[in-house]
């Protein structure tokens, strides 16, 4: 649906949390004139607040995230809807029903697999019924990881070389962390999951995101906890490589871009995550300690220690770091023709605050603003790949970001 006749662009929702308040400025500062935004959350007097704080006269709209009729009625008034509100498998579910009940479009910044795999089963059919495209991991998590295959792949159709085989992304460079939002859906997933056999089956699956496992390829064990040399990726990769936090996320979005495009990137395609370290060593301890923050949260004892000094929800670091950090991620791949091409995301600001709010703002206003250039889609609970596709990456790059490609 996505009526362009509704009275809003985009309602901000969770606009007074740590990336709410950093999104909402920079749709203020860079959103197109006229562009009709609101911003969303259960206090008014806060959101007030933070309209006064940007210099903007935006709408405010009150609603609670467990107030599903509310949520209906504010989704009602906006061609999309903008979420910072998580843990989404705790808070996130009506509002993402509420959206593919009335055809508005949605985002949010989830990294969370059980959620994404609760939002596919409950509102897939309804937004392809009602048009709605619901967009999760629209941040950090994952449009590094799946625009990133998605130019890629681009580059190798355009060149006529083949399908993508083995597909690697490897973090080189990062300064900055994850939020404390990002750390407590993890702390959330690992209690779900801690209570119920089934859901860690779910959670453990390398397709635990696809629209039809039993019609993926049989492509053998596709293990997230790798380490191994860079220059078994490609000889320009110095040192080892470690698991990458985030990659038990990243992969499944990526394979479920390929699985909805009907698995055009290639019946061979393999894909996993790594960060570059100095070492062997240094891989080896980047593998423990995320093995032991899994079991560090499933364990009281060491769950209070964790929630002491880990990032709370809705904190972040001050202006200055925020400022200074930055991710590269390069893409490599070797096609079903043997030939070698990498893709590169890289930009500026710290990945899980600056950057993000640039990611999640402007998949925003390519939704609400660029319907000409959306990918074809009856709507769905989509990837930003195959949910909005070069309309986001042209926005990104012309809000700062380095997408590119080269042939090795």
């Keep these: ?17 740590f990336v709410g308040v950093l999104t909402a400025r920079h749709l203020a500062e860079h959103a197109p004139a006229g562009t009709r935004i609101a911003l969303a959350g259960r206090s008014r007097a806060k959101l007030e607040k933070v309209a006064g704080d940007l210099g903007v006269d935006w709408p405010i709209v009150v609603a609670d995230a467990d107030d599903e009729p509310a949520l209906t009625t504010m989704a009602g008034r906006a061609r999309v809807v903008l979420t910072t509100v998580g843990p989404y498998a705790k808070y996130g579910r009506p509002l993402a029903r509420a959206c593919a009940a009335t055809g508005t479009d949605y985002v949010d910044l989830t990294g969370e697999v059980l959620f994404a795999r609760d939002s596919i089963d409950e509102n897939h059919a309804t937004a392809q019924r009602t048009g709605a495209r619901i967009v999760h991991s629209c941040g950090f998590d994952s449009i590094p990881s799946d625009i990133g295959v998605h130019v890629l792949h681009a580059a190798v159709r355009a060149d006529d070389a083949g399908e993508l085989t083995d597909t690697t992304l490897v973090v080189t460079r990062m300064r900055g962390g994850f939020s404390g939002g990002t750390i407590d859906s993890m702390r959330h997933q690992v209690d779900v999951m801690k209570k119920d056999r089934r859901l860690r089956r779910v959670g ?25 040399r860079g220059s078994d990726v490609d000889a320009s990769v110095r040192g080892h490589l470690a698991p ?80 200074n950090g ?22 500026k600001g710290d990945p899980g605050y600056a950057a993000t709010a640039v990611m999640l ?21 989509l990837t930003p790949a195959t949910g909005i596709g070069d309309a986001l990456v042209d926005r990104l790059r012309a809000a700062g970001l380095e997408i590119t490609t080269e042939r090795l």
């Excluded at 649906?1 to 949390?17: C, F, K, S, W």
């Excluded at 893409?331 to 995301?345: D, M, N």
């Excluded at 703002?361 to 609970?381: I, Q, T, W, Y």
Aim: glycine letters at 10%; proline letters at 8%.
């Design 1 to 17: 649906m996505n009526d362009p006749q509704r009275e809003l662009d985009v309602i901000v929702y969770g606009a007074t949390g």
């Design 204 to 228: 453990a699956s390398p397709y635990s995101l696809s629209p039809d496992r039993e019609a993926e390829p049989d492509l053998g064990r596709q293990p997230d906890m790798v380490t191994l």
């Design 244 to 323: 990458f936090v985030m990659a038990s996320y990243n992969t499944r979005v990526v394979r479920r871009s390929n699985a909805l495009r009907g698995w055009a990137y290639g019946p061979r395609f393999r894909y996993r995550e790594a960060m570059r370290v100095s070492g062997p060593a240094a891989a080896l301890a980047v593998k423990g300690a995320l093995n032991g923050l899994v079991i560090g949260f499933a364990l009281p004892p060491a769950r209070f220690l964790l929630d002491r000094i880990l990032p709370a929800p809705g904190t972040g670091p001050d202006e200055n770091a925020r400022r």
């Design 326 to 347: 930055h991710f590269t991620m390069d893409i490599f791949t070797t096609t079903s023709s043997g030939a070698r091409y990498r893709a590169r995301v890289k930009a």
């Design 361 to 381: 703002g402007e998949s925003a206003l390519a939704l609400a603003l660029d319907r000409d250039r959306l990918p074809e889609s009856p709507g769905g609970v």
